[in-house]
C-alpha cells in the first residue's frame, strides 16, 4: 500500500506536494514524524477517497439540494443547524462505494489492527487562509474496530459541512465542487497530563504560554476541564505567572469514546506539570517554532514521562471584526455538564422567580399610584424586563442546544431515515401550550355533546347551570389575554374565543396531540442500544434533550408574561397622558408583522406592466405532512380569532399567544425557518404539515388562497 | 453575453431574472400541440423591449406551423442549463405561456431588425418566402429558481 492508491497515505510517505490531498493536519504531523518528534503513528486518508464517495455514491446532488433550499446568506443559525444535521444524516445513511471501502478497511487493519485510533479532521487549506477556524470541523477519539473506523471516517467527511463551517463558508470558500475533507487515523496514545502551548503570547509577544490538565487533552480543548496556566519568558523559559486551576475533572478513555470524571484527590492536589516537564513543553514549543519559521500553536500529551505532540500548527488570529455574532452563536453549542448546570438554573431559579414576577406585578393596583410613583414603575419593570431578557439570551437560548445534543445522539446511534424522528421522543412532555389546548379541547367536547350548551355559546350568552363552563372560558380568555397583550377578560376576548369554541365544536373529532405509544416503542427502541454506563449516558441524555424541548416552548410564555405586565404599566401612564421615556412608546408584547406587507407586486408594476404570483415556495420540511387549505394570514392577534377551521395558518413566527388556534389548522407556513422554532414544535405535536423558513409567505401569499403543504419536503403550493 | 447571467441577477426582481435569462440564450424550447399531443422545438428566439412578446421564425410546412395555425396558445422555455448535475438546483428556468400568431409583412421591420441582429447567420432562412415570423404575446411567465421555487409573472 502507498501513494499509489492515493486513497491512503501513511505518514512516513506524505510530501509536501501532498498538500491538497492530505490537508494541513496530516501534512504537518507527516514532517513532524519524518524530523523526528514523538508523533503517534497515522495515516491520512485522502481527499480522493472523499470525492469518489461524494461522486459515487450520489450524496453531491443530496448536499446540493440541501443548500440551495434558501440561499444560505438568508438563512438563520438555526437554519445552518438544520441543514447540517440533515447532510451529516445523508453521510451517515450512505453507504461507502465497496471499492474505497475495501481499500480503506485494508489499510486501517494493516496499520492499526486492535489498536484504538484517533480518527480526526485534516482539512486543506484550511491554514492557508491566515485565520484560526478550530472547531469548526469533527474530531473522533477511542475508535476501535475497523468498521467504527470507517463509520468515523464518515463523520468527519460530514463535518466538511457542519453548521460552524456554514457559517464561515466564505472564508473557507465552501464549495460543493471545490471543497473536500481529507482524515487524518492516528494511534491513540493514552496520555495522562495534556494541554496546549502557544509559542507566542497573543498579546505580550515576548511570552509564551502553556495551559495543562490531567489527564486527555479533549477535557481543555472543549472547554469541560480548566487548565493550569504559565506565562513563560519567550526567550529564556523563565516562569514569569503562573495560574493553578480548581482541579476537579478530567477526562479519560471509556470503553468507546472518553468520559469526564471526577480526578483522584491526591492528583487534584498536584500541577499537571512538574518543572522538568514544564521546560520539555517550553522546549517543544521553541523546537517547533523554528523547525516551521512561525510560533506554533502546539496540542500535546505526556504518557508517562513520554512527550508526544498530537497537533502544531501557526498561530493564527481569531479576530473576524466587530458585529461579527458567528463566535456566539458557536459558543451556543455546549457540552453536556455545561447543559445540565444551566438546566437547574433555567428550571430552579429562571422559570419560577420570572412567574413570581408577573405574578407580583399583575396584582398590584397601579391605578393608586400617584403620577411620579407610577413613571418610577414604569421605568423599574421595563429595566426588570431588560435583565430577564439578558438572561433569556445567556441561559435559555444556548440550553436550546440540548436538543441538538441529543438529536445527533440519537442519530448516530439510529441512523434515522428521518433526520427528525428524535423529536417525537422529546415531545409530549407537557409543553405549557399544549395543556392550554387540552382545556380549550375540553370545553369544546362539553359543547358538541351538549345542545344547549352549544347554542348559548353560539349565542355568547350563558344560561342558568353553566356557570362552571363560562367561568373555564373566562380563565382560558384571561390567560390567553395575558399573552397575547389583550385587555384582561375582555368582553371582545371572551366573545372571539366562544365564537372559536363553536366552530372547534362543530369538528367530528378535534385533532389531539399523537398519542403517546409510538413514542414508548421508539423510546424502548432507542435505550435498547444501549448496556450498562451507556445506557445511563443515553437515559441522562434523552431527559435533559426533553428538558431542554419543553423549556424551549415555554421559557417564551413566562417571558411574553413579564412584557406584559411592562406594557400594562406603560399604558396607564399612557393613559394619563404622561411623559414616557424614549425606547417605552411601543410595546413589548405581540405587535403586529404589518411592516412586510409591501408587497413585491409594486415594485415590478412601477416598472412594468407585469404582477407578480408566487407559484411554488421553498422553505424547509418542519412538520411531515401534506395538508392543503385556505391560507389565513396572522399578522395581529385579532387575526386569530378569525381564523376557521382546516385553513393554513401563514405568520412570521408562531407565538406562544398563537397556539390555540394549531389544533384547527390543516398546515403551518412560517416565514421564520428552523426545526425547532416554536412553530414547528406545536406542528409537530399534532402532527400537523409544517414548512418554516419561506421567507416571503407574508408577501406573496394573500388570506383565502388555496394553499397546498408538503411537509416532507418543504414546499408550498399556491392556487 | 453571459451564459449565466439570470443567476447573478438580484433575486428580488424576478423580470430582471427572466430578462436576463431572454437575453443571454440563443434558442428555447417551444411547445405546441397536435389535437392534445404535445410537441416541442428548438427554435431561435428574440425578444421585445418591454418583454411582452418573444419573436420566432418557423418554415410554413413545419409541424409546429401547422399546431399554430390550428390553435395559437403555445409555450416557450428558457434556461441556463450547463449540463451537470449542479444544474438541479442551480439553473433557472423561465416558461413563457400564451398566443403565437404570425406578424404581417407590413408590421414586422422593427422585431425583425431585432431578430436578425440577435441571429444573424438566419436573414437567408427568415427572408425566403415560405419562412414565416410570428410572435408570441406573452400572458405569464413562470419561472423556477432553486428546483423548487416558482413564480409567475402575469402581463395585466
Sequence with gaps: MGVVSMLVVPFEKIRPEHAPLVGGKALSLAALAQGGAMVPDGLAVTTEAYHRFLTESGIATRIRRELSRRPIEQMRWEEMWDTSLRIRNAFIKTPVPSQVRRSLLKAVLKRFEGRPVAVRSSAPGEDASGQSFAGLHESYLNVREAPAILRHI???????????????????????????????????????????VFGRHPVKSNCVVVEAVHGLNQGLVDGTVAPDRWTLDRRTGDLMEFYPADREMH???????????????????????????????????????????????????????????????????????????????????????????????????????????????????????????????????????????????????????????????????MQPEDPYEFVELLSGGGLESVKRNEALQRLAARARANTRLFLALERGEPEDGQESFWTELDVFASALAGDAGEEDGSHEGR????????????????????????????????????????????????????????????????????????DVARDEAKRRGLPLPIGLSQSLSMRPTGGQQHAAKTITQARLDFELRARQLTGQPAGPGLGSGCARLIRCPQDLFGFQSGEVLVCDAIDPSMTFVIPLAGGIVECRGGMLVHGAIIAREYGIPCVTGVQDALRMIETGTHLQVDGYLGIVTIG | MRKNAARSADPADPLNVVRQLLSSQQ???LATHNQG????????????????????????????????????????????????????????????????????????????????????????????????????????????????????????
Excluded at chain 1, 468527519?156 to 457542519?162: D, G, K
Excluded at chain 1, 429562571?350 to 414576577?357: A, R, S
Design chain 1, 154 to 196: 464518515q463523520l468527519v467527511w460530514a463535518s466538511l459541512w457542519s453548521d460552524a463551517a456554514l457559517l464561515y463558508r466564505k472564508e473557507l470558500g465552501l464549495d460543493i465542487e471545490k471543497s473536500a475533507m481529507a482524515v487524518v487515523v492516528q494511534e491513540l496514545v493514552p496520555g495522562n497530563r495534556s494541554g496546549v
Design chain 2, 37 to 156: 399531443q404535445p410537441y416541442g422545438t428548438l427554435v431561435g428566439f428574440s425578444i421585445s423591449p418591454d418583454l411582452k412578446f418573444i419573436f420566432f421564425a418557423t418554415s410554413r410546412s413545419t409541424r409546429k406551423f401547422a399546431n399554430i395555425m390550428a390553435d395559437d396558445r403555445t409555450a416557450m422555455t428558457f434556461d441556463d442549463r450547463t449540463h451537470a448535475a449542479a444544474d438541479f438546483y442551480d439553473a433557472v428556468g423561465v416558461t413563457a405561456c400564451g398566443r403565437s400568431t404570425e406578424v404581417s409583412k407590413s408590421r414586422r421591420s422593427a422585431d425583425l431588425r431585432r431578430f436578425l441582429a440577435k441571429h444573424p447567420h438566419l436573414h437567408e432562412f427568415v427572408m425566403s418566402p415560405n419562412c414565416a415570423f410570428l410572435r408570441l404575446r406573452v400572458e405569464k411567465y413562470v419561472m423556477v429558481r432553486r428546483f423548487q421555487d416558482v413564480v409567475e409573472l402575469w402581463v395585466s
Design chain 1, 495 to 566: 366573545k372571539a374565543i366562544a365564537a372559536l369554541l363553536v366552530r372547534m365544536a362543530k369538528q367530528p373529532s378535534a385533532k389531539a396531540s399523537l398519542p403517546p405509544r409510538d413514542k414508548h416503542a421508539l423510546e424502548k427502541a432507542f435505550l435498547a442500544k444501549f448496556r450498562g454506563k451507556k445506557r445511563k449516558e443515553a437515559e441522562e441524555l434523552l431527559d435533559l434533550g426533553r428538558s431542554s424541548y419543553r423549556l424551549r416552548d415555554d421559557d417564551n410564555i413566562y417571558l411574553g408574561r413579564i412584557a406584559r405586565q411592562v
Design chain 1, 251 to 413: 477526562v479519560v478513555l471509556s470503553r468507546e469514546g472518553v468520559e469526564v470524571r471526577r480526578l483522584p484527590k491526591a492528583r487534584a492536589s498536584r500541577s499537571p506539570l512538574s518543572d522538568a516537564d514544564l521546560r520539555r513543553v517550553y522546549a517543544l514549543a521553541m523546537h517547533l517554532g523554528q523547525k516551521f519559521r512561525a510560533p506554533q500553536d502546539v496540542e500535546w500529551t505526556y504518557r508517562q514521562s513520554r512527550l508526544y505532540v498530537l497537533q502544531s500548527r501557526a498561530i493564527t488570529t481569531g479576530n473576524h471584526g466587530e458585529g461579527d455574532k458567528r463566535a456566539w452563536y458557536l459558543s451556543l453549542r455546549r457540552s453536556f455538564g455545561n447543559l445540565l448546570e444551566l438546566r437547574a438554573r433555567i428550571e430552579n431559579d429562571l422559570i419560577p422567580k420570572m412567574d413570581e414576577e408577573a405574578r407580583r406585578w399583575k396584582e398590584d393596583r397601579l391605578h393608586d399610584l400617584a403620577d411620579g410613583a407610577l413613571l418610577a414603575e414604569v421605568a423599574r419593570r421595563y429595566d426588570r424586563y431588560q435583565e430577564w431578557l439578558s438572561r433569556y439570551w445567556e441561559e435559555c437560548i444556548p440550553f436550546a442546544h440540548g436538543v441538538r445534543l441529543f438529536g445527533q445522539f440519537y442519530n448516530d446511534a
Design chain 2, 27 to 29: 434558442v428555447a424550447v
